[in-house]
């Protein structure tokens, strides 16, 4: 049996492989909200042979989002939104969902990629970002305010109610964003974090908001349902955030009942060399699989199925997340399914599509028609 289609238990939460499709930002959403593009867009991914579809980063308060068209679920607006799109995708799909939580922090108030994605100032239409310290992300940028006690309280609370919404939603798992020089990410770095109280300097307290909101996220969800955290294995930068620190911060997170971490990196500094390649941040989910216990999601340049068969059958992953991947072929896990030998469930109105020599793909299923 391959094992990238074999089943998988995250808590009461069976998925039927051990394929996922990460969160991709569409940057398309008017005051947060989600529309038919969103429809469109996680219709199409929830067709595509994934067992897990992982929502965009979606901000928990306006301050939180990276762009002004990055969804979000700060209000009851927001579920009122997504909540026809979560109905369509369970019509039609047997694909489990889950939602990223995010803020933005200092990389907060940009304009989206197409345009350019440079800050945009408070006269733009922007707004002032929050950050562990007053440091900016690019030297130029307005820099950000540093949060007192009253605005981390403020964001954990946020990170709260946004988890009862999307339980609310029926959402089946939660990710926490703690990636790509975002806010959670951001007190983890010594890059961004040069705080002086008890949140800054050691990696204890550079992990000691995160982990307070990690741990509001798991008290505030459902227990029988997952919670995962994202993270940058690597900033890229001597001095920054590591590996050796990425593996005690999952050590950690086992601790207080995580569910899975997703291996990323970098994000945090425009002075990051990253060294990218086919598979690349593999190495970074073997090793806090390894060190730490936790499921681990391995991503990054994952394109083909023999690649993610073999991420999986050699230790080094118990979850395979593609995304550009799957926007560039959104029937990806149907074509591995047949390359690998194995299955997948599709709607009966697809079940004609697979060629001949692949017709089994979708089990032994009745194929008639006039």
Partial sequence: ???LFSPLALRNLQ??????????????????????????????????????????ATA??????????????????????????????RRYSKTAVAIQLAHAGRKGSSAVPWEGGQQISPAQGGWIASAPSALPQIDGELAPVALDRDGMVRIRDAFVAATRRADRL?????????????????FLSPLANQRTDEYGGSLNNRMR?????????????????????????????????????????????????????????????????????????????????RESGLAVMALGLITEPLQAETILTSGQGDMVALARAFLYDPRWGWHAAAELGATVTAPPQYWRAPPYRHKDIFGKITQGGR
Wanted: charged share 15%; glycine share 10%.
């Fill in 60 to 89: 928990v308060e306006p301050q939180g989002r990276i762009t002004p068209g990055c969804l979000g679920l700060w209000s009851d607006a927001h579920v009122a939104a997504l909540e026809p799109i979560l109905a369509t995708i």
């Fill in 1 to 3: 049996m391959s094992q």
């Fill in 170 to 186: 029926g959402i089946d798992g939660i990710e926490l964003h703690a990636a790509h020089g975002y806010l959670i990410h951001e």
């Fill in 209 to 289: 908001f995160p982990l307070e909101v990690f741990d509001a996220i798991r008290g505030a969800f459902p227990a029988h349902k997952p919670v995962g955290v994202k993270v940058s294995a690597t900033d890229w930068v001597a001095g920054g955030w590591d590996l050796e620190q990425t593996v005690s911060f999952a050590q950690e997170l086992k601790k207080r009942g995580a569910d899975w971490l997703s291996a990323s990196s970098g994000g945090a500094s425009p002075k990051q060399q990253i060294r990218s390649g086919p598979g690349y941040q593999v190495p970074f989910a073997e090793t806090i699989r």
């Fill in 15 to 56: 998925i039927a492989n051990r394929l996922v499709v990460s969160p991709m930002c569409q940057y398309s959403a008017r005051d947060g909200l989600a529309n038919d593009w969103h429809l469109v867009h996680l219709g199409s991914l929830a067709l595509s042979g994934a067992a897990l579809l992982i929502i965009e």
